[in-house]
């Protein structure tokens, strides 16, 4: 009984001495629970926030402007820079937040500084182009055409952060980053660019055809998956931090349901074609590969496939010395293509092959002896 009762009060020792050794350690930097903002600070803001002031659409100038042009000159570090200064995240954010809580003329003064900004952007970025003798569409431009699931994930998460940032004094600067990770203004310029140049716009060394209001219509179906992405991960943290009414859950829902029926069949058609041309991709290397002779000889500029009801266009871009790819090779690889991409749904396979030849030239010195 003695040895028990001094194991007892050993181990009560012990755990005092233990809680004593984390209460020095945590003492100073003890985790702290920020709470929310109180709802009607927060709607304040986003009173402001949805405002169409002279500051904002100067603001949304500058970077339609600043988008415009990277995306004409091809440059990320411009269109990253356009990024940061646009403004159009508050406002959408506004809207979010108006949906939650039942704020209806907040709701109508979002959505209409929403749409102006919109147009702005898109006519502002139209007349540049008409400007400038641009008419080759980059890797940019191209990028911002066929989007897919991926992208409205992406703004799903970027409406999550944003919104929180918004109810946290300590991490409200972050909406900057926020801005970057979901781009909003490059999208709209990129439909105004479509729109101004039409069938004038070629694709860069004929890596992908342009036709029409395509480019147009791709980077539209891009801004309309961002702007209901964020605006439904907005809604979902501003429902969990109680800023709406329970019954508000409903409207969340359905609104996220009617965006996905809306964008369901584009975002599809450009996730599977993503796919498919990553798995050609990743086919074609490993036939090159497994060809020491011809690896070494070649080289695979671009893959662009498009997918028409199993069907798969290919089109593929080879820089290759004169004679080494025949139509027998080619028609052999296209049987091996098709086999892999079956998984896919593919049914059938259309492969077009453009040869970029090559004439490589080696020389060696060595210095002479004396």
């Avoid at 039942?102 to 702005?120: E, M, P």
């Avoid at 989007?147 to 929180?164: K, M, S």
Wanted: charged share 15%; aromatic share 6%.
């Amino acid at each position: 009984m003695r040895q028990s009762g001094s194991g007892r009060r050993a181990v009560v020792r012990s755990r005092r001495l233990l809680r004593e050794m984390v209460r020095r350690l945590t003492g100073r930097w003890a985790v702290y629970l920020e709470r929310p903002l109180p709802p009607d600070e927060l709607g304040t803001a986003r009173q402001a926030g949805s405002l169409p002031s002279f500051g904002f659409f100067l603001l949304l100038s500058c970077a339609a402007v600043l988008a415009c042009l990277g995306l004409l000159a091809d440059s990320a570090a411009i269109i990253i820079g356009a990024m940061i200064i646009a403004p159009l995240m508050n406002p959408i954010l506004s809207l979010a937040f108006a949906v939650v809580a039942g704020d209806l003329t907040l709701y109508k003064r979002s959505l209409l500084t929403v749409v102006a900004g919109t147009l702005v952007t898109i006519g502002i970025s139209g007349g540049i182009t008409l400007l400038l003798p641009f008419y080759v569409g980059g890797a940019e431009i191209i990028s911002r055409t066929s989007p897919t699931f991926i992208d409205a994930v992406v703004a799903l998460v970027a409406g999550v952060a944003g919104a929180f940032s918004l109810t946290r004094r300590s991490i409200a600067n972050s909406i900057a980053g926020v801005a970057i990770a979901v781009a909003l203004v490059p999208p709209l310029c990129v439909v105004g660019i479509g729109l101004a140049r039409g069938e004038s716009l070629a694709g860069e060394l004929g890596t992908i055809d342009l036709s029409g209001t395509a480019v147009a219509s791709g980077a539209l179906v891009l801004f309309a998956s961002n702007i209901v992405g964020i605006v439904f991960g907005a809604m979902a943290v501003f429902m969990s931090q109680r800023y709406g009414r329970s019954s508000g859950l409903i409207t969340v829902v359905l609104a996220f349901l009617v965006g996905l029926a809306v964008l369901y069949l584009p975002l599809s058609r450009g996730f599977r074609e993503a796919l498919i041309a990553s798995r050609a991709r990743l086919e074609l290397q490993r036939i090159r590969d497994e060809n020491p002779g011809f690896s070494s000889r070649t080289q695979i500029r671009y893959v662009k496939s498009s997918v028409s009801k199993g069907r798969v266009q290919l089109s593929l871009g080879i820089t290759s010395p004169p004679g080494l790819v025949d139509d027998s090779y080619l028609k052999a690889r296209s049987k091996e293509l098709l086999e892999s991409l079956r998984p896919l749904g593919v049914t059938g396979l259309s492969l077009e092959v453009r040869l970029i030849p090559v004439e490589v030239m080696r020389f060696a010195t060595d210095e002479p002896s004396r």
